[in-house]
C-alpha cells in the first residue's frame, strides 16, 4: 500500500471534524495504511456461504421479549430495588443525565 502524507491525514481529520496532534498525525502516517491493508485482506478473503449461514442462525434470540406476570408483590419489588420512588424502580440514566437529578 502507498504512503500517506500528513497533508492527507489532516485532509481526512478536518473531513471527519478530529483535532490531531502532531504525534497523532505521524503515527497515522504509519497506521492507516496497515489498516487499509488489512481491511483490504478482509475484502479479498474466500469464505464459504455455507459459513456465513452458520454464523447468522447463531444470532437467532434465545427466548422471545415477552412481559410475564409475576407473584411479587409491590413491597417486597421494593424491598429488593435498590431505588424505589412512585411504585417505580429507579435505574442509572443510559443517555445523559436523567430528569430528576
Known amino acids: 500500500m502507498s504512503e500517506i ?3 492527507e491525514i489532516e485532509r ?4 471527519v471534524r478530529l483535532e490531531l496532534t502532531e504525534a497523532e498525525k505521524q503515527n ?3 497506521d492507516l495504511p496497515k489498516i487499509l491493508n488489512f ?3 478482509l475484502r479479498l478473503a ?3 456461504s455455507d ?4 454464523e447468522v442462525l447463531a444470532l437467532e434470540d434465545l427466548r422471545s421479549d415477552e412481559v410475564s406476570e409475576t407473584n411479587l408483590s ?3 419489588i421494593e424491598k ?3 431505588q424505589f420512588k412512585n411504585d417505580q424502580v429507579i435505574v442509572p440514566a443510559v443517555f445523559g443525565e436523567s430528569e430528576d437529578e
Open 5 to 7: 502524507s500528513v497533508t
Open 12 to 15: 481526512l481529520a478536518a473531513l
Open 28 to 30: 497515522l502516517t504509519t
Open 39 to 41: 481491511v483490504e485482506q
Open 46 to 48: 474466500k469464505l464459504e
Open 51 to 54: 459459513s456465513l449461514d452458520k
Open 74 to 76: 409491590l413491597g417486597e
Open 80 to 82: 429488593l430495588a435498590p
